[in-house]
């Protein structure tokens, strides 16, 4: 998407969100939707849709002339997530770790893309990357550090402070929805800024 500013062309770059709930009404979304509306006048947001991933299993890996509905999904994510300038995660914490779904797409996405040869790239390395999340009173935190270490080992380029974790409090359960607290937002805030300098550099 192109940016017309102070006469100035510029491309506008690219960041991808990842949501690591499948709730209709994730707070982890909705978390995203408030730093989607922080960004996108200054970045192209998109979000990744990842739900038609198979579970890992190396017989998918091999290549065959034609691939599959699913060989064809991880494909397709992998090709979203290499255009991307930089990756933005949004997830709860699940059992003081982060769901096995983003697991599951990380195992997908540290594998080479053609496994011929594994010196081959894969579709995230150097890849810049931070997460936020909205859970329990921990705020997320065991989450995001187990989290950063696998991205790290994956050999993505990771911003691990700062992160923003929220405390969902009782109210957001009853309603269904939750609003930041200006604290809260203080954050994000500062988290957004932050990833803009870092995808700068
Ligand atoms: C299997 C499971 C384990 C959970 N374990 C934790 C946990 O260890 N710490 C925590 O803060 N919340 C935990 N929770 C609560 C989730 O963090 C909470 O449901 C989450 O904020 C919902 O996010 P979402 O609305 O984006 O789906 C757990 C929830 C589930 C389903």
Not at 2 to 19: D, E, R, V
Not at 27 to 32: D, G, I, K, S, T
Not at 152 to 174: F, H, N, R, S
């Amino acid at each position: 998407m192109l940016n017309l500013f102070h006469n100035k062309l510029t491309i506008m770059k690219h960041i991808l969100f990842i949501i690591g709930s499948l709730r209709k009404n994730s707070f982890n979304r909705q978390l995203a939707s408030i730093a989607e509306d922080l960004l996108k006048d200054r970045f192209n947001i998109s979000y990744l849709d990842f739900s038609d991933i198979p579970y890992m299993n190396q017989d998918l890996e091999s290549q065959q002339e034609h691939m599959t509905t699913s060989q064809q999904a991880v494909f397709r994510v992998r090709q979203e997530v290499l255009k991307a300038d930089g990756i933005w995660i949004f997830t709860p914490e699940y059992n003081q770790s982060y769901p096995g779904l983003l697991k599951n797409l990380f195992d997908w996405l540290s594998r080479p893309m053609d496994v011929t040869n594994f010196a081959n790239p894969t579709a995230v390395q150097g890849k810049k990357v931070t997460a936020s999340g909205a859970g329990g009173k921990n705020k997320t935190t065991y989450c995001r550090a187990k989290l950063n270490d696998l991205l790290e080992y994956i050999k993505m380029d990771v911003m691990k402070e700062p992160q923003t974790g929220i405390a969902l409090g009782m109210e957001a359960w009853v309603k269904g929805e939750f609003k930041l607290s200006e604290e809260q937002l203080k954050e994000l805030k500062i988290q957004a800024e932050k990833f803009k300098e870092f995808l700068e550099k």
